[in-house]
């Protein structure tokens, strides 16, 4: 079964604190994998995706196959990353995504 | 302005009512979505389409019916067959293609009255 789980409902850190979301996904196959944030009062919108290996607003997530993961991490919490934030995967051969449960981060001063 | 309008933000519905949630995009793209969202339940999808006048059911499509006739347009009938529509209902739209990254509206939440 294609499926994507977020252990972790909410998650609190201090500014300052490394930050890590889970995300654990069920695949056979070649996984196209994104991280979607809520900011309060707005839109979902994308944040990064794994294939361009890319940093946004300091957030990195690298994809582990063996451990069928990709985390998303980020070394220093702002309070401004307070959010909701969603792993998505998109199987092969299709555009739809199958969205994890969320995470809302809560980033304190 | 570029973008995806959901219509309206909020809407009520009777028992046994059908009640249509208009979307519509101005980005050009050929592929287009529904979710539903409930607390603690992430995303779910409803109905999507990679082109105009063809859609696929998603994984929660029973109660629900789609068209897309127009490239922009996207409309969600929510039918009485639904037996729990109260929710925030999404939409949203991409290029075609595996790693586009989706464009959501803000959403419309629906009540039973």
């Known amino acids: 079964a294609q499926r994507v789980t977020q252990p972790e409902k909410l998650l609190s850190v201090f500014k300052g604190a490394p930050v890590e979301l889970k995300c654990n996904y069920s695949?056979?196959?070649?996984?196209?994998l994104f991280w979607y944030v809520q900011y309060s009062r707005q839109r979902l919108q994308l944040l990064l995706r794994?294939?361009s290996r890319e940093s946004i607003k300091g957030f990195t997530a690298d994809l582990n196959k063996g451990e069928t993961s990709f985390h998303l991490k980020k070394p220093f919490a702002q309070e401004e990353d307070s959010a909701m934030y969603y792993c998505?995967?998109?199987?092969?051969?299709?555009?739809?995504?199958?969205f994890g449960t969320g995470t809302r981060l809560q980033v304190f001063p | 302005d570029g973008g995806i309008t959901q219509s309206p933000k909020y809407l009520f519905r009777k028992e046994g009512q059908n009640v249509t949630l208009s979307c519509e995009q101005n980005l050009n793209h050929d592929a287009m979505y529904w979710y539903r969202q409930d607390p603690g339940q992430g995303l779910r999808l409803i109905y999507y389409s990679q082109i105009v006048n063809d859609f696929q059911k998603g994984d929660i499509a029973e109660g629900y019916s789609v068209s897309r006739e127009k490239k922009e347009s996207f409309p969600l009938t929510v039918t009485s067959a639904q037996k729990n529509p109260t929710a925030f209902y999404l939409c949203?739209?991409?290029?075609?293609?595996?790693?586009?990254?989706?464009?959501f509206g803000d959403g419309t939440r629906l009540s039973i009255l």
């Open positions: 695949y056979s196959g070649s996984p196209e």
């Open positions: 949203a739209s991409s290029i075609s293609g595996r790693s586009q990254p989706q464009h």
């Open positions: 998505a995967l998109s199987p092969y051969n299709t555009d739809k995504l199958i």
């Open positions: 794994h294939i």
